[in-house]
């Protein structure tokens, strides 16, 4: 059974920084492109970034690719998103998803297998 528990979420102020984790169980973590998604209040899911197998290959949302960073350990079976200078409009609940593909990445949720259940991150002006 896949897991994907997603944790580093709350409240902070803007310009505040924050590192989120998704640490994944019961598949084979390296043959996955992960991404992370956002979802704010009556607004569709976003794609915010996603990597590839080894971590060499990224893809960001352009509004947040200056502040945000993607990254992940195979070793550890987890994924991260560090964002940087945050603001209102980045309070959404946050969700990490896997594909199983190496290198495809892909903005579209569709594409994606697998989902966490999310986190809130909720940032005050």
């Known amino acids: 059974q896949v897991q994907l528990v997603e944790s580093g979420g709350g409240l902070v102020q803007a310009g505040d920084s924050l590192r989120l984790s998704c640490a994944a169980s019961g598949l084979t973590f390296s043959s996955y492109v992960m991404g992370w998604f956002r979802q704010a209040p009556g607004k569709e899911r976003e794609f915010v970034a996603a990597?590839?197998?080894?971590?060499?290959?990224?893809y960001y949302k352009d509004s947040v690719k200056d502040r945000a960073t993607i990254n992940r350990d195979n070793t550890k079976n987890t994924l991260y998103l560090q964002m940087t200078g945050l603001i209102p409009d980045d309070t959404a609940v946050y969700y990490c998803?896997?594909?199983?593909?190496?290198?495809?990445?892909?903005?579209?949720?569709?594409?994606?297998?697998?989902w966490g259940q999310g986190t809130q991150v909720t940032v005050s002006s």
């Open positions: 990597i590839g197998w080894n971590g060499r290959n990224t």
């Open positions: 998803a896997a594909r199983e593909a190496r290198n495809a990445l892909t903005s579209r949720p569709a594409e994606y297998d697998y």
